[in-house]
């Protein structure tokens, strides 16, 4: 597999992963209520291993994908030349029009395709959020509820690593890590800043059209990419 | 509107308040005048949901911070 066509599918899908709103939106709640209830200052500290939570919860997946697919390579041959570009074409076609129509509910607010009691839960124990431990276990299942929709976004990655032997793989590594959390940095930017979540809420909403269009555009240009991997290298 | 749920009430907007960055004195001062506002408001009215609460609330608290009233009523909406 090419340098540029792996770099490319590394950066969508993670750029792609960036756009979904879970982990962003469980943050405003936590930073929101952990300063309302101590201090700016603490939620800062526990946003920070909000923060590794999340990281920490990326990088278990993207390690058990790695060593299922390096596994599974290594016994059946290379990506292209496999079933598998293929199947992925079809599983982000329809991640794409799932993505559009069912990933924010319609309504006021940027509520999303999760139950409303499953999202309740997880805002009663984003206001609850008392000590570091709190904090890293709450960013560790922020992203599990959507796995549905990014699932395949970490084994897309997961693949083209353990199909690309030209360019250190650290680098790729690093790309998955810095892009993926960049969102919770910049939410943490917005509120250490001075914009409360009133501010950023009405910007969710205001964009939430956008995220809707882009997510969409992301799954079709992986399924585009996937397509041409499993055309011209197959 | 009975005492324990008036004190619930008055913390979530407390705890709202401050998250905003609304100074404690001014906070403390905003929520007394919510709070008289909400029980003029539901004077009358037999039953009350927990959606006419929060609407009602909302709409007092609009007078005083909007970035309050904004977060009170969309805090269940935001995921």
Known sequence: MGIFIS????????????????????????????????????????????????????????????LIFSYLFINIGPFTSTIFPWVLVGIFLALSIASFFFYFRKGAGTELFISRKLANRISANAKNVKTSSDALVLGFTASIPELIFTFPLFAATAIVLANTTEVPRPLFVL?????????????????????????????????????????CIGFLLLALTMFNLGFYYG | ?????????????????????????????????????????????NVVTEKDLTRIVAREAKKYNPDLAYVYKNRDKII
């Open chain 1, 7 to 66: 770099l490319e599918i590394v950066f969508l899908a993670m750029l792609t992963y960036c756009l979904f709103q879970l982990p962003a939106g469980i943050f405003s709640i936590f930073y929101h209520y952990a300063s309302g209830k101590s201090s700016s200052r603490k939620a800062d500290g526990l946003s920070i291993y909000y923060i590794l939570g999340v990281e920490l919860f990326l990088s278990v997946i993207f390690l058990l994908l790695y």
């Open chain 1, 175 to 215: 790309l998955y890590i810095v892009i993926a959390i960049s969102p919770l940095f910049f939410y943490h930017h917005l509120f250490h800043t001075g914009h409360n979540l009133a501010e950023i809420q009405r910007s969710r909403v205001k964009n939430e059209t956008f995220y809707r269009i882009a997510i």
């Open chain 2, 1 to 45: 509107m009975d005492s324990t749920l008036e004190k619930n009430i008055a913390r979530e907007l407390k705890i709202d308040l401050k998250g905003i960055g609304v100074p404690e004195g001014a906070a403390v001062s905003f929520v007394d005048n919510i709070i008289a506002d909400t029980k003029k408001a539901l004077k009358g009215k």
